[in-house]
């Protein structure tokens, strides 16, 4: 089975810099997503990691800890617009591939 | 054009009732999803399915049945309905067999149970 954490909610200021973690305990891996859904809206894909390190995207940018079972999403330069809930998924190995999320991490970013 | 499309995008009904919802994607991917997501806005997969197999998350209650009559579409009908059935539920795409495909997620469905 799979076990994702993630915090509840988060709150930053617009223009500064916010890091959300994901911890994961897996049985099989094969690689990590973060997706970004805005409120009544569909999620929307960010990043993909399967590998260890940092890849950098924009203003956002998803590292990963495969020995550690964490990876974290980095926003820079928050605009107002970013203020949505962030979902860490895994996918596993072995067969299906499909993606298990985490709860989501709301967001909210204030003037 | 819409890469994954669902009907209806509300559905308000009673305990008891039989409904569906459809959905449709345009991308020429080859598996497709439904995923549910409650009020506490926990997403949780139901079914994937491509034209070889499908896959049934084993917590989900047989009233609900996935039907494909293409690989562009996959439809969830839901018999009896419950009042905890009641959430919104996305129908996502994604290329098949490999875990590095993203999702595409369609709008969504949100169903309310009286």
């Known amino acids: 089975g799979q076990n994702i954490d993630q915090p509840t909610e988060m709150t930053a200021t617009e223009g500064a810099i916010v890091q959300i973690n994901c911890t994961y305990q897996?049985?099989?891996?094969?690689?990590l997503f973060w997706y970004q859904q805005h409120a009544g809206e569909a999620p929307t894909f960010l990043s993909y990691n399967v590998l260890d390190g940092l890849e950098e995207k924009g203003r956002f940018s998803s590292f990963l800890s495969r020995s550690k079972g964490y990876s974290y999403l980095l926003l820079k330069e928050l605009q107002m617009k970013d203020s949505a809930s962030y979902l860490c998924a895994v996918s596993p190995s072995g067969g299906s591939y499909i993606p298990t999320f985490g709860r989501g991490t709301s967001l909210i970013v204030h003037p | 054009d819409t890469a994954v499309s669902q009907t209806p995008k509300y559905l308000v009904t009673q305990m008891g009732n039989d409904k569906s919802i459809k959905c449709e994607q345009n991308l020429g991917h080859d598996t497709m999803y439904w995923y549910k997501q409650d009020s506490k806005k926990f997403l949780k997969i139901m079914f994937s399915y491509n034209n070889k197999e499908l896959i049934i998350n084993e917590t989900v209650p047989n009233r609900f049945s996935p039907k494909s009559p293409d690989k562009a579409h996959l439809n969830l009908h839901i018999n009896s309905l419950e009042l905890g059935d009641s959430a919104v539920y996305f129908c996502?795409?994604?290329?098949?067999?490999?875990?590095?495909?993203?999702?595409?997620f369609g709008e969504g469905s949100r169903l309310t149970v009286l």
């Open positions: 897996t049985s099989g891996f094969n690689g």
């Open positions: 996502a795409s994604s290329q098949a067999g490999t875990n590095t495909g993203e999702l595409f």
